[in-house]
């Protein structure tokens, strides 16, 4: 964080800032508006659909700086917390996901999650993940095209895999897309976003009752025995930890899966490269992460103390949006950003975020995406688009950038 005085000291002005969010031009890059802010303005006001008017920062030393910053406070209940969805706040201060508090609430959180979410744990998913990511293209093939690959594969890859982590049922994976469209969804009502979630948080319930009753091996059973019932955490706390990780950790898989092979249909020699050696599926998925950076916005803030940037003050109150697409397209970090280069020397990307809060499901969404993609493109070598580039649908009015509806052939 910068000593100096600040120089160029912003108030909101007379006029209104600009609207935000903006949708971006190209699917595979930040809207253009990022780089021209990034350079002349890397800390801008903009307008929320709320009316709220927080800051929002461009540059890849400036977000990790700030996510970083303990004077930066991710609690929901703040009036100025710059939450996008108008349903969102409201919902989130009652249902408090600790991904909207501070320490040291959160870090209770986070704790008890990751003494349970152990590297072993995900590796030992491994089987599991290939084997429903091979039966769903066995099933894709006996159908034959065209597919959506959304609906047929990458949103059915991350929601068994996240129900499979809890031992929930993964027989109605519809609802859990319905749970988080509604929930993420930017014009979801307050009303809206908590049915949705007291429907997911009733269905939890009922598979804590059973390891109560009979505990296992498995993560839920775990976190029944040692927190909830050494009273680490109330049920209502279990049940809005579980629930905000399953909502955090499907959308955002489905996400990069289906948009991650997109990218790559768009790059044949990169995909010839990557059949002929299978060893580069770690490096691509980590050039597909950062270039899609889907969670572009998903890191809200709000300052807990004045906060000098770049010339910039930052005052106690005010919103602030850490926008990870424009940190991992800064052309001074990542020279040539829009370019998949699948021998990119530096990965120290914040598509998972940074500082605290970043990602607990990061190395299950990085195996995730690895067994999907490289599955995928090995078993349908000529997998391709079933209509026009052009005719496709984006999520931008969503809490993850992401696509509607992908058909495929082959
Ligand atoms: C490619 C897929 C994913 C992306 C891009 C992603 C991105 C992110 C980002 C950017 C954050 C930080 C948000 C902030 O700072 O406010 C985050 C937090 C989180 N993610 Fe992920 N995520 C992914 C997959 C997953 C998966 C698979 C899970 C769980 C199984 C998961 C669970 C969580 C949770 C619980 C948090 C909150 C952590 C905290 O507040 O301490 N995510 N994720």
Redesign the pocket.
């Given at each position: 964080m910068t000593e100096t005085l600040p120089t160029g000291t912003q108030t909101p002005g007379t006029q209104t800032p600009p609207a935000f969010p903006v949708p971006r031009e190209c699917p595979f890059a930040p809207p253009e508006r990022y780089a021209e802010l990034r350079a002349a303005e890397p800390v801008s006001r903009v307008t929320l659909p709320t009316g709220k008017q927080p800051w929002i920062v461009t540059r890849y030393a400036d977000v990790r700086a700030l996510?970083a910053d303990p004077r930066v406070s991710?609690d929901i209940r703040h009036p100025n917390f710059p939450a996008m969805g108008i349903g969102e706040q409201e919902a989130g201060a009652k249902s408090r996901p600790?991904?909207r508090t501070d320490p040291p609430e959160?870090t209770r959180?986070?704790r008890m999650?990751q003494a349970e979410f152990t590297v072993k744990r995900i590796r030992d998913m491994r089987p599991a993940i290939q084997r429903t990511v091979d039966d769903l293209i066995d099933a894709m093939l006996d159908s034959g095209p065209p597919v959506d690959l959304v609906t047929a594969f990458a949103n059915a890859v991350?929601t068994t895999?996240?129900l499979g982590?809890f031992g929930a049922p993964t027989d109605d994976i519809e609802f859990f897309r319905d749970v988080t469209r509604i929930s993420g969804g930017r014009t979801s009502s307050a009303e809206e976003v908590g049915a949705a979630l007291a429907s997911l948080f009733r269905m939890l319930d009922g598979l804590i009752t059973a390891r109560e009753q009979a505990p296992g091996d498995d993560l839920l059973s775990k976190l029944v025995v040692n927190h909830l019932r050494a009273g680490v955490v109330t049920r209502h706390e279990l049940l809005s930890a579980i629930g905000?990780?399953i909502v955090?950790?499907r959308e955002?898989?489905t996400s990069?899966i289906a948009l991650g092979t997109l990218l790559l249909l768009r790059h044949p020699e990169k995909l010839a490269r990557l059949r002929a050696e299978p060893e580069l599926m770690p490096a691509a998925v980590e050039e597909l992460?950062r270039i899609l950076s889907?969670?572009d916005s998903?890191?809200?803030r709000v300052a807990a103390a004045d906060i000098d940037l770049d010339g910039t003050r930052i005052r106690e109150g005010d919103g602030i949006i850490a926008l990870?697409a424009a940190a991992d397209h800064d052309p001074e970090v990542f020279p040539d950003p829009q370019r998949l280069d699948l021998d990119r020397v530096n990965r120290h990307h914040v598509?998972?975020?940074y500082?605290?809060?970043?990602?607990?499901?990061?190395n299950?969404?990085r195996l995730?995406?690895e067994i999907a993609i490289g599955t995928l493109i090995r078993r349908i070598p000529d997998l391709r688009l079933a209509g026009a580039f052009d005719d496709l649908e984006y999520k931008n009015d969503a809490a993850t950038f992401g696509i509607e509806a992908m058909q495929v052939t082959w």
């Open positions: 996510l991710a600790f991904i959160h959180f986070r999650l991350s895999t996240v982590l905000i990780t955090a950790g955002t898989t990069m992460l889907v969670a998903i890191p809200l990870l598509a998972f975020g500082g605290v809060h970043q990602c607990i499901g990061q299950l969404a995730e995406l």
